[in-house]
């Protein structure tokens, strides 16, 4: 299960990458990616569509949102909580 | 080239349905955002604005007019009403001929789309009322003003999102300037606080759920409001001659774009446009004592145009006062740059400097006179009021004392 949401946001952020999943590895930013703030709240709504979850992110203060955006890592943990919490 | 001063105002925000509820109201530095009321507000994350309450729109008009007018129409036309009535302007035949409206707005009758989707869309209705498509189109607004007034010269709409009522007032200023009418009415209107305006804008993620407090360092985004002020601008002898009440004297104007994103900011934009309307004045930087600041709130806007500001001005940007009145009244999007003409009216024709209110924390970012939640008296010699839009388009107008 775990596993399924990790790699579905890797899939999302690569398709807004446009990488191939497998190059996109879990320590990477979304500098690193190339996503503006722009891709990142496209990203987000992906995310919110995929899983049916709200994630908490403000684009005018994106490190103070409970959302941790830091590494692709940060973010498909991040779901992994949003989703662990609507089960 | 002919001078052009301002010579009527009125409006209709959260702050008050009069020019001089709303001047009073940023002279107590009074917020009028509040909790929404409209239908499906349960489905909205974002719950707040500038809202104009106790609002009865059959109080003023008949119910056969009200077929006709969408709510931003409505708004229009009760600050046109109050411009021309305050301008004590009679329109003559000869005037009536050359006289226009330009007023911006960006949704248009937002309310009468969504209505209608509602009932197609979701009542399965598969009939509409015959008025939809002259209610819902952008130059409603301005049409009903002409027809109201009986101003028969250019009349049109202006839609650059967050810029329309300064490029609106833009095209007003030049008209008359150029010699082409004496008298135009000129403003904007916007009326896009209905479940499907908001939810449009909560897609992206820039807007407060609580309070808008631009160049605060906690700030969290924007919030929108709604409302219209509408302006007579009148060509200065044609003023003079009649004795008008000269409010102010409209000096310069500048529109420039980014040509760079579609959402994100551009300083270099933002100083072309604010140089320009300054150069067209024929003023120096040191003349404007106030910028009435596009100031959004969210984070992006007001870092740059702070920056923008400081290129703009050199050293006079440590001595200016510069607000925004979207803290109190909302960003009224298309209808925005004209409300907040009244705030620069205020400024040099009263002496009074409205504040930019919640501000709790300073920013280095934005570390200019941002007149922090209490009004100030000065002396304002000119003032210069911004406009950023969405889609990389700026407008600046400057205007002087009468």
Known sequence: MAEDVRDKVIRILAEQAVLDPADVRPDMTLEDLGIDSLGLVEAVFAIEEAFDIQVPFNANAPAESAFDISTVGSIARAVEGLVAERT | MRRVVITGQGAITALGASAAENAEAMREGRCGIGPLDFPDIERLAIAVGGQIRGYRPEAHFTRQELTLYDRFTQFALLAAREAVESSGLAVTEALAEQAGVVLGTSGGGLQTQEENYRLVFEERKNRVHPFVVPRLMNNAAASHVSMVHNLQGPTFTVATACASSNHAMGQAFHLIRGGLTRVMLTGGSESMLCFGGIKAWEGLRVMSRDVCRPFSANRNGMIQGE????????????????????????????????????????????????????????????????????????????????????????????????????????????????????????????????????????????????????????????????????????????????
Do not use: W
Request: hydrophobic letters at 50%.
């Open chain 2, 227 to 402: 409302g219209a002020a509408v302006f007579v601008f009148e060509e200065y002898e044609h003023a003079r001659a009649r004795g008008a009440d000269i409010l102010a004297e409209i000096v310069g104007f500048a529109m420039t774009s980014d040509a760079s994103d579609i959402v994100m900011p551009n300083k270099k934009g933002a100083v072309r446009a604010m140089r320009g309307a300054l150069h067209d004045a024929r003023l120096p930087a040191e003349a404007v004592g106030y910028i009435n600041a596009h100031g959004t709130g969210t984070a992006a806007n007001d870092r740059t145009e702070c920056a923008a500001v400081r290129e703009a001005f050199g050293a006079q940007a440590d001595r200016l006062m510069i607000s925004s009145t979207k803290s109190m009244h909302g960003h009224v999007i298309g209808g925005t740059g004209a409300i907040e003409l009244l705030a620069c009216i205020l400024a040099l024709r009263d002496g009074v400097v409205p504040p930019t209110i919640n501000h709790e924390i300073a920013d280095p970012d934005c570390d200019l006179d941002v007149v922090p939640n209490v009004a100030r008296e000065a002396r304002v010699e000119a003032a210069m009021s911004n406009a950023f839009a969405f889609g990389g388009l700026n407008a600046c107008l400057v205007l002087r004392v009468a």
